[in-house]
C-alpha cells in the first residue's frame, strides 16, 4: 500500500499570504490529523476530520482551517501567515476505529519570511 | 504539568547496550500509547504501540506500560548507530479526543560506535 502523502513538499510564503497544504491518506484510511511540528512547541495537534467532519480541534487560532472530501484526501489552509507559522506540517491517517494507529506522511515545510 | 513529559537527552549509549527511554503521562483516561522514532528532517516513523499494562516486545523493541503509575517506556536492545534518532512518545485516548495524539517533547538517542 502506498503510505500517506503530502504536496507540496516545501513552501516558502511572505507575511499576510494565505496557503493551502494536501494530504492524501493510505488507502482505506478514513481518518485525517494534522499536527504541527516546531522547534520551540514539538508536535501540536492541529484537527481530525473524519467522513468530511471535524472530529476533534487543537488550540490553535482560527486562520487554521481544513477540510476533508468524500474521497478522504485533506486540505488544511493557513490564512494571513505570520512568521510563527513555518512549521513543518504534518498529516496523519488512520481507519476508522477510534484510538486506531496513526500513520505520517512526509510533511510540508512552510518558511514564511 | 505538560501533559506528556520525556527527558529531552540527549542519551548516549555505546553500540550494542540497551537503551532506556521513558514517557510518563497526565491523563488517567488515556488509552493507547506509541513510540515513533524520527530522524532529523524527516515525519515521524511508528515503531510501537502498546495499549493493555505490562510489557510488547517486537524484534529489538519493547515497550512496557504501567497505567497506575502512568508510565510508558521504550527498551531498545543492541542499540545500532541507525538507531540514533529523536524517539517522540504519544498518547492516545484523552477525554473526547479521537485520534488525537498527544505528544511528548521527545528524546534524543545518540548510539555511539
Known amino acids: 500500500k502506498a503510505g500517506v502523502t503530502q504536496t507540496p513538499r516545501y513552501l516558502i510564503k511572505t507575511r499576510g499570504q494565505q496557503v493551502t497544504l494536501s494530504c492524501s491518506p493510505i488507502s482505506g484510511h478514513r481518518s485525517v490529523s494534522w499536527y504541527q511540528q516546531t522547534p520551540g512547541q514539538g508536535l501540536q495537534f492541529l484537527f481530525e476530520?473524519?467522513?468530511?467532519?471535524?472530529?476533534n480541534k487543537g488550540n490553535f487560532p482560527g486562520r487554521f482551517s481544513g477540510r476533508q472530501f468524500s474521497n478522504s484526501r485533506s486540505e488544511m489552509n493557513v490564512s494571513t501567515l505570520e512568521l510563527g507559522d513555518s512549521a513543518l506540517y504534518l498529516c496523519a491517517s488512520s481507519l476508522d476505529r477510534e484510538l486506531d494507529t496513526q500513520y505520517f506522511g512526509p510533511g510540508t515545510r512552510l518558511t514564511v519570511l | 504539568q505538560k501533559e506528556v513529559e520525556q527527558n529531552s537527552g540527549p542519551l548516549s549509549v555505546p553500540e550494542g547496550a540497551i537503551a532506556s527511554l521513558n514517557c510518563t503521562y497526565s491523563?488517567?483516561?488515556?488509552?493507547?500509547f506509541f513510540w515513533y522514532r524520527q530522524y532529523s528532517g524527516k515525519s515521524p516513523e511508528l515503531i510501537m504501540f502498546i495499549y493493555s499494562n505490562g510489557d510488547k516486545e517486537d524484534g529489538r523493541f519493547t515497550a512496557q506500560l504501567n497505567k497506575a503509575s502512568q508510565y510508558v517506556s521504550l527498551l531498545i536492545r543492541d542499540s545500532q548507530p541507525s538507531d540514533s534518532a529523536t524517539y517522540l512518545c504519544?498518547?492516545?485516548?484523552?477525554?473526547?479526543?479521537?485520534?488525537?495524539?498527544?505528544f511528548g517533547a521527545g528524546t534524543r538517542l545518540a548510539v555511539h560506535p
Open positions: 476530520y473524519f467522513s468530511e467532519t471535524q472530529r
Open positions: 491523563d488517567q483516561g488515556s488509552q493507547s
Open positions: 504519544a498518547v492516545n485516548g484523552f477525554s473526547g479526543g479521537y485520534n488525537k495524539l498527544i
